[in-house]
């Protein structure tokens, strides 16, 4: 059996009925992608938020092949533990790195990484702790909510797809977007420290013919407090 803290719910664009869920073990040294995924319904029935701790048989059946290394089958899995804020910054803590390299172990572009340009990354989930500044959200045309931010490195990156259930729900649900995108990064600033779980994609060409592994972020948390969009599951 084995523990994990959930730090990442996020929706499928192609797979509407499921969830992707992914989660730190209890000293932030591994994350885990339990497989199968679950449905809406399943998680929702277990009370699975980030904070939570889930509990599984994870059997040795691991996804090996770079970059979803962390893709882990299981045979049942459940709530060990209810949310626990605190551990869930230790964990995330823990697992920080300062700039997008050093996480994923290869040169990132400004919002994917190059197949055959520079090496496979070595993972496919980072967290990535960052500054009061160097961190906002914002709508797009199309109405679809984007961060920007910037790590270590000074680069900045823009016009990043957010995945994250919570925060899509806490804006896409308000009658005045813009007022609540506001309030948001005011909040992520008004916090001492900020953590954004950065995943990518399986490998897809654009239309312009890029092909790689591109970047969304999958949550954003910042503390001591917690905003009010990390209970909205």
């Known amino acids: 059996m084995g ?3 959930v730090t990442d719910l996020t929706r499928f664009t192609n797979k ?10 209890l ?22 938020r980030p ?18 290394v962390e893709d882990w089958q299981y045979i049942k899995m459940q709530v060990a533990n209810g949310f626990d804020g605190n551990l869930l910054n230790h964990v995330l803590a823990a697992s920080a790195v300062d700039s997008l390299t050093d996480g994923f172990g290869v040169d990132v572009d400004l919002k994917h990484i190059p197949i055959n340009s520079n090496g496979i990354p070595v993972r496919s989930i980072v967290t990535l702790s960052v500054s009061s500044e ?3 959200l914002r709508i797009d ?8 931010f910037s790590d270590a490195s000074g680069v900045v990156r823009s016009y990043i797809p957010v995945t ?3 925060l899509n729900h806490h804006v896409q649900e308000s009658s005045d977007k813009l ?3 506001a309030e948001l990064n005011e909040y992520f600033r008004s916090q001492s420290s900020r953590f954004l779980r950065i995943g990518i994609t399986r490998p897809w060409q654009s239309n312009d013919g890029r092909n790689g592994y591109w970047l969304q972020l999958n949550a954003a948390y910042c503390f001591p407090v917690l905003h009010t969009s990390s209970e909205e599951y």
Not at 16 to 25: D, N
């Open 164 to 166: 994250d259930i919570g």
């Open 16 to 25: 509407p009925e499921h969830v992707c869920l992914a989660g730190l073990t």
């Open 27 to 48: 000293d932030g040294g591994h994350c885990i992608r339990p497989m199968p995924y679950l449905t809406h319904q399943q998680y929702k029935a277990m009370g699975v």
């Open 51 to 68: 904070g939570v701790v889930l509990e599984a048989d994870f059997g040795s059946q691991h996804h090996f092949e770079a970059p979803h």
């Open 179 to 181: 007022a609540v995108i």
């Open 3 to 5: 523990r994990l803290v």
């Open 134 to 136: 160097s961190f906002s």
């Open 141 to 148: 045309s199309y109405g679809k909510l984007k961060a920007d």
